[in-house]
């Protein structure tokens, strides 16, 4: 999810079937994480840091951004909020969390739910 998230951060379109595959499911995937990329732009409650495509560094913000998925995944909205909380400001974080839902579970899914 990290890297898929990393292509749409950086703009990286060239090699969109590579990343993201091909079909409905995968236009979804990338939908949802460029409206998730839009609320972070637009609502972050500091400067975003996305580390590059490829890159074996995890920033702090892709961990948080990755933690909401996941608790999404796992059904735990509650948490997810709270992990939300740190990246956007607080008018923000269901529009973070509905963004993010596409990728958290059905045909779009991303993560697993460990």
């Not at 898929?4 to 409905?24: L, M, P, Q, S, Y």
């Not at 499911?25 to 409206?35: D, G, I, M, N, Y």
């Amino acid at each position: 999810m990290i890297e898929n998230f990393r292509t749409v951060w950086h703009g990286c379109h060239a090699n969109d079937d590579a990343t993201f595959g091909r079909g409905a499911s995968a236009r979804v995937a990338k939908w949802s994480l460029e409206r998730a990329e839009a609320v972070l732009r637009y609502a972050g409650r500091a400067p975003v840091q996305v580390a590059e495509p490829g890159s074996a560094d995890v920033t702090a913000h892709e961990r948080s951004l990755e933690a909401v998925v996941i608790d999404l995944a796992r059904g735990d909205r509650p948490l997810a909020r709270l992990h939300a909380q740190w990246l956007v400001k607080p008018q923000a974080i269901e529009h973070l969390l509905r963004a993010l839902e596409p990728v958290a579970a059905g045909p779009a899914c991303l993560v697993r739910a460990a």
